[in-house]
C-alpha cells in the first residue's frame, strides 16, 4: 500500500505542480488504485493455496490476468460512477487503456521482484542443504559410533586408553570439522592425524591391522593440504581391510615431494 500510494503521488505530481498541487485528484486517484491493490491482494490471498499447486509459469501468468480484470472492473466501475449517464468518449475509453497499461507495468515488476526474491531463497536453501550435506559427509556416523563403542568398552578395563581415545577422536573432528581444510599444512600434522585415525580402528580390528610407515620426505618441510592422506588411510581400511577376515593390504601413496609407503598386514 506504501509503493501504490507513492506511485499515485508520482501521477499526480506528473499531471501538476508543487505549487498547484491537486489534492483531490490526489484522493480520488488513491482511493482508485487501492481499490485495486487491496481487492487484487485480497483475491491472490484466497487463490494462494490453489495457485501454489501449479506451475510456477502458469500460476504468474493467471494471477497477472487477474490484476489486469480486476483492474479494468474497478476502472470501468469508477468511470460509470464518474460520468453517470453521460455517454462515454473516446477518451473514457483511452483513460481505461492507461488504467491498464499502468497497471501491467506495475504487475510486471512486482511479480519480477517477487520472483527474484523466490530464487534468492531457493538458492539460500540450497546452500544451506549442501552445507549440511558436506557437514553430514565431515562426520562419518559410522566411525563415530564405532569410536564410541571402543570408548565404552574401554572405560572398566583400560580408563587412560579410553581417555586417549577421546583425545584422538575429539583432535580428528576438530581437524574435520574445520573451515580451514583447504589451508596448506606441514605433512607431520597430517601423519600424526592419520597415526591417531589408525590407532582407533587398531583398537576395533585388533591384529588385523597392523601399520608399517615408511616415509622418504621431511615431513616437517612439505606442505598438503589438511585430510589429503587421513580419507586415503580410511577408505583403504574400511573398502580394503575391514571386510578381510585375515586383514591382508598392501597400499602405496605417493606424497608431494617424495614417495609415502604405508603397508597394511
Known sequence: MLITELLVLVLTLANSSLVNFSWGSLGVTSLFVQWIVLASAALLCNLRSWLAKQYLIKSVLIAYILVLAITLIVSVIG??????????????????????????IMSGIAFRYLFLQYQLRCQEQAEL??????????????????????IASLISVAPDLAEQVVEYLSELFRASLSDMTNEPVPLAQELALCQKYAHIESLRLDDRLQLEWQIDVDVNEVRIPMLTLQPLLENAIYHGIQPLPEGVGHCNNQGAGGKVTDRYH
Open 79 to 104: 468511470e460509470w460512477i464518474l460520468r453517470g449517464s453521460e455517454p462515454w468518449r473516446m477518451e473514457t475509453y483511452g483513460r481505461i487503456v492507461r488504467n491498464l497499461v499502468i497497471a501491467a
Open 129 to 150: 542443504n549442501a552445507r549440511i550435506q558436506e557437514l553430514q559427509s565431515r562426520i562419518r556416523p559410522h566411525f563415530l559410533f564405532n569410536s564410541m563403542n571402543i
